[in-house]
């Protein structure tokens, strides 16, 4: 029975990668709206321009930091030691955005939104390989971590390469993002993680998919708020909240099935059981 349902979770990941893969490939190319670097709030303060998109970004930094600790400290509980590995980039993933996203609301164009977007990439990747590890396969999920990882970097440096020619195309990298959301919310609700605390994946898909609407309707949220914060200015907050509960999730979990034998890495990855003992103090 688990070796049947461990089948149909990889179908169903295989499945929506496939048609994230042939959507990429046949949605029909579309460059990069310039009236997206038209923010609401472009004011100035203390000699920083765009003020308060650019100082928003330190909940990234707060949260990155944070997480590295966590999932690299004796706090978060895993069962094997690699399980470290795509938390580890994801919250490296997420420090990096803090200074991505400071450099391109300085000055936002194509080319500074080439680093805003690129540890995001690696944030996404390494999310989605993780809860494979977590819920799927450990194997698989670590496997996957560097080829998922180099994927999100191509989808962002093939979309500079279009700008660049004049033929841009934005369409790879937007569904990568969609993507990752979609199978990210997919395996929250179909393959229960071998961890308390799995539930928390879904306050990272509410408050992504929060900080995505704060920035669609940007300066419809700054003029309701009496043009004191922006949608852009909160949608980094929310998403820094989202990060901030992949936190909580680790800091609090424990490990549920400690004899998941068909989730076990092989030996020549197997590392110390360094989450079991810290498992059974909690």
Same mark, same amino acid.
Request: aromatic letters at 12%; a positive charge.
């Given at each position: 029975m688990k070796n049947r349902l461990l089948a /149909? +979770?990889? &179908? @169903? #990941?295989? @499945?929506i990668t496939l048609a994230a893969i042939a959507a990429a490939l046949l949605i029909p190319p579309m460059p990069q709206p310039l009236a997206y670097h038209d923010f609401a709030d472009a004011r100035e303060a203390a000699g920083i321009p765009n003020f308060l998109n650019v100082t $928003?970004?330190?909940?990234f930094l707060v949260v990155g930091i944070a997480g590295l600790f966590i999932a690299l400290g004796r706090r978060a509980c895993f069962q094997f030691t690699i399980e470290r590995r795509p938390y580890t980039f994801f919250f490296v993933g997420v420090a990096l955005t803090a200074a991505g996203s400071t450099y391109y609301h300085l000055n936002p164009d194509n080319e500074t939104l080439f680093w805003d977007r690129l540890p995001m990439t690696i944030a996404f990747m390494a999310l989605v390989s993780s809860q494979i590890v977590d819920r799927i396969d450990i194997r698989a999920g670590i496997r996957l971590l560097i080829p998922m990882? #180099?994927?999100?970097?191509? $989808?962002? !440096?093939? /979309? +500079? &390469?279009?700008? +660049? *020619?004049? &033929?841009?195309?934005?369409?790879?990298? &937007?569904?990568?993002?969609?993507? $990752? !959301?979609?199978? @990210?919310?997919?395996?929250a609700a179909f393959a229960p993680s071998r961890y308390t605390r799995g539930t928390d994946l879904y306050w #990272?898909?509410? /408050?992504? *998919?929060? $900080?995505? *609407?704060?920035e669609t309707y940007d300066s419809e949220v700054f003029s309701s708020l009496g043009y004191s914060v922006s949608g852009h200015t909160l949608k980094h907050i929310a998403a820094a909240f989202a990060g901030g509960a992949v936190c909580v999730m680790l800091a609090r979990r424990t490990l549920i099935d400690q004899n998941a034998h068909s989730l076990a890495p092989s030996p020549g990855v197997r590392a110390a059981h360094a989450g079991d003992s810290h498992a059974k103090r909690r």
């Open positions: /149909w +979770r990889i &179908a @169903l #990941v295989t @499945l $928003s970004n330190v909940g990882l #180099v994927l999100g970097v191509v $989808s962002v !440096m093939y /979309w +500079r &390469a279009t700008e +660049r *020619a004049n &033929a841009g195309n934005v369409i790879p990298y &937007a569904v990568l993002q969609a993507y $990752s !959301m979609v199978i @990210l919310l997919l395996m #990272v898909f509410i /408050w992504y *998919a929060l $900080s995505k *609407a704060l």
